[in-house]
C-alpha cells in the first residue's frame, strides 16, 4: 500500500467515523492491526509488529519488537519476538526487563492485497463498534415496548427494522398464532432480551408474552402511568383471550373503567394490536378466594373451598355453567390459574356437594373410632368445623367450651383421648423412622412388598399412616394409580368401621 493510498484510506476514517458515529480512535486501531498483519504476512509470522499512523498527516511507521527478559530468564521461547536483557541494551540502552525493544522495519511499499486486508479490517471493526452501540442502546430498555418495520418474514421469524442500525427479531414461538404480518408492516413488541454475539447484537422481541399486554396498557391507558392504577398481573392464551389484574390506588377512580374506556375505547386498542385478543380486566382483591372468583368471570361462582397447604382450592358452578367456567379448552379456568397463582379445581355444585358428603363421612369415621365417640359427638365436632385429631387436642379449651352440646367433662375427656391418639400415632412413627414397613401394612389386602417398600420410602410405614392418606397423596407411588390407591386406603381404614364400641 502506498502512502498515498493509505492517506486516502485515513480520510476515509473521518467520514466513517462521522457517518456512523464511532470515535475515529478505534478505526485508527484497527487501520494500524491491518498494516502490522500485512507486515507480518510479507516477513514472517512469527515477528511482533507494531504499527502507527500519524492521525492527521496518514504518514505511517512499522516496528520489529521484542519483549525483554531477564538474563538469568527460562521463559524465552520465541526469539523472533524475546530478549534477554544484555541483548535488548544492545537495541536500545534504556531497555528494561518486562518492556518492550523495537527497530522500524524499511522496505517496499504494501500492494493491493495488503491494502484490501486493511480495508477488510476496518470493516470488520465499524461493525463491532456499531454492535457494540446497538447492545448499549437497547440493554437498558429491556422490558420495555418497542417498535419497528417488518424487513422480512421467515419460517423461524420476524425480522424488525428498530431504526439506527438495529434488528430485531421475533421467534415464530413469540409470533401471534395466524397474525398477518407482511413486510413493511409497522409493528410493537416487548423487548425480552438483548445478546452480543459473534454474527452481532442479538435482539429478541416478544409478542406473546404477558409482559407485552401490560405495556400496552400502559400505553393506552394513562392513569397505569402515572401510577393511579396498577395492572398487578396478566395471563394470555395469544390472539384467542387474555385476562388482567388491575387495582385502583386512588379510591376515586374505577380501574375496570378505566382500562375499558369510553365505550370501550382503550380496550378495543389494545385488542387490536394483538390479533383481536378479547381481554378480561378483573378486579384484584387481597383475598385470594375473592380474586379467584374475581378472575373466573364470566362464570359465577356459586362456593370455593380453600386448601393453603396445597395452595388449591376447589371451585363450584351452576350445571348449566359448567362448560362456560371451563372454557374453550380448559381456556377459562387455565388463565385465571395462571393470573392468580392458585392451582383451581372446578366441578358441578352437585359434585362439590357429593364430594362435601363424602369427606364429612370420612371425617365423621375419623373422629368416631380415633376418639372413640358416638356419631352425635362427631358430627358436631365437624359441624363446628373441626378437621383434625390435632385441633381437638390443642385447640384452647373455652373455644371447645363455646360448644352448646359440650360441658367441662365432655371437653377434658375429648382432650384426653384426642392427645392419647396423637401419643400412640407419635410412638408408631417412632419405632418406623428406618422407613421399614411393619407387618399390619404387609400383610393388608392388595399390598405387595414392592409397593409397601415404595410407601415406606414415603413414610407411611404403618396401616395407620395408609388409613389417612389421601388419594393424592400417593399418586405416582410405587407406580399405583387412583382406583388402586384409593382400594388400598379404605382396605387400611376397614378396622375404624369394625373396632371399638361407641360411647
Not at 498494516?35 to 496518514?58: F, H, P, Q, Y
Not at 379456568?333 to 356437594?353: C, H, V, Y
Request: proline share 3%; with cysteine.
Amino acid at each position: 500500500m502506498s502512502k498515498t493510498t493509505l492517506k486516502e484510506i485515513v480520510d476515509a476514517v473521518e467520514s466513517v467515523a462521522n457517518e456512523k458515529g464511532i470515535d475515529k480512535e478505534i478505526i485508527f486501531e484497527a487501520l494500524e492491526a491491518a498494516l502490522a498483519s500485512a507486515t507480518r504476512k510479507r516477513l514472517g509470522e512469527e515477528m511482533d509488529v507494531r504499527a502507527s499512523i500519524n492521525r492527521k498527516s496518514g504518514d505511517y511507521e512499522v516496528f520489529q519488537r521484542w519483549k525483554v527478559f531477564a538474563d538469568d530468564s527460562r521463559e524465552l521461547e520465541t526469539p523472533d519476538r524475546e530478549l534477554r536483557l544484555e541483548d535488548a541494551l544492545d537495541v536500545d540502552p534504556k531497555a528494561v526487563v518486562g518492556g518492550y525493544v523495537e527497530v522500524p522495519l524499511e522496505g517496499e511499499g504494501f500492494g493491493r492485497i495488503d491494502a484490501q486486508t486493511a480495508k477488510q479490517v476496518i470493516v470488520q471493526k465499524v461493525r463491532e463498534a456499531e454492535r457494540s452501540q446497538v447492545v448499549d442502546a437497547y440493554l437498558d430498555r429491556v422490558g420495555t415496548l418497542v417498535s419497528g418495520i417488518v424487513k422480512r418474514v421467515d419460517r423461524n421469524g420476524t425480522y424488525v427494522d428498530l431504526g439506527q442500525n438495529a434488528e430485531a427479531f421475533i421467534p415464530r414461538e413469540h409470533m401471534i398464532p395466524r397474525e398477518p404480518i407482511r413486510t413493511q408492516d409497522r409493528v410493537k413488541a416487548f423487548l425480552k432480551e438483548v445478546r452480543s454475539e459473534i454474527r452481532g447484537p442479538q435482539i429478541f422481541l416478544s409478542r406473546t408474552a404477558p409482559e407485552f399486554l401490560i405495556e400496552l396498557f400502559k400505553l393506552e391507558v394513562p392513569e397505569v402511568g402515572q401510577g393511579l392504577i396498577q395492572i398487578l398481573g396478566a395471563a394470555r392464551d395469544p390472539g384467542a383471550r387474555a385476562k388482567i389484574a388491575v387495582r385502583s390506588t386512588d379510591s376515586r377512580i374505577d380501574p375496570v373503567g378505566a382500562c375499558v374506556g369510553m365505550r370501550g375505547s382503550r380496550v378495543q386498542a389494545v385488542s387490536n394490536e394483538i390479533a383481536g385478543e378479547r381481554v378480561d380486566i378483573i378486579p384484584f382483591e387481597d383475598n385470594p378466594a375473592q380474586f379467584v372468583i374475581n378472575a373466573m368471570q364470566p362464570a359465577e361462582v356459586t362456593s370455593i373451598v380453600v386448601d393453603e397447604d396445597q395452595h388449591s382450592m376447589e371451585i363450584a358452578v351452576a350445571e348449566e355453567k359448567l362448560s362456560q367456567a371451563i372454557g374453550r379448552g380448559g381456556q377459562n379456568i387455565r388463565l385465571a390459574s395462571e393470573l392468580t397463582g392458585w392451582k383451581l379445581n372446578i366441578m358441578s355444585e352437585a359434585q362439590a356437594d357429593e364430594k362435601s358428603e363424602a369427606e364429612t363421612r370420612v371425617l365423621l369415621d375419623v373422629f368416631k373410632n380415633a376418639l372413640d365417640v358416638d356419631e352425635d359427638v362427631a358430627a358436631i365436632l365437624v359441624g363446628e368445623g373441626f378437621s383434625t385429631i390435632e385441633e381437638i387436642a390443642y385447640v384452647p379449651t373455652n373455644e371447645l367450651l363455646a360448644i352448646e352440646e359440650f360441658d367441662d367433662e365432655i371437653v377434658r375427656e375429648l382432650r384426653n383421648r384426642a392427645r392419647d391418639v396423637l401419643l400412640t400415632q407419635a410412638i408408631a412413627t417412632e419405632e418406623s423412622q428406618d422407613g421399614t414397613p411393619s407387618q399390619d401394612l404387609l400383610t393388608l389386602d392388595g399390598m405387595t412388598d414392592e409397593l409397601a417398600a415404595a410407601l415406606a420410602a414415603r413414610g407411611v410405614c404403618t396401616r395407620e399412616d395408609l388409613a389417612e392418606q389421601a388419594t393424592e397423596d400417593l399418586d405416582g407411588v410405587g407406580g399405583l394409580d387412583e382406583a388402586t390407591a384409593g382400594k388400598l386406603i379404605m382396605a387400611a381404614r376397614a378396622h375404624w368401621f369394625t373396632d371399638g364400641a361407641s360411647a
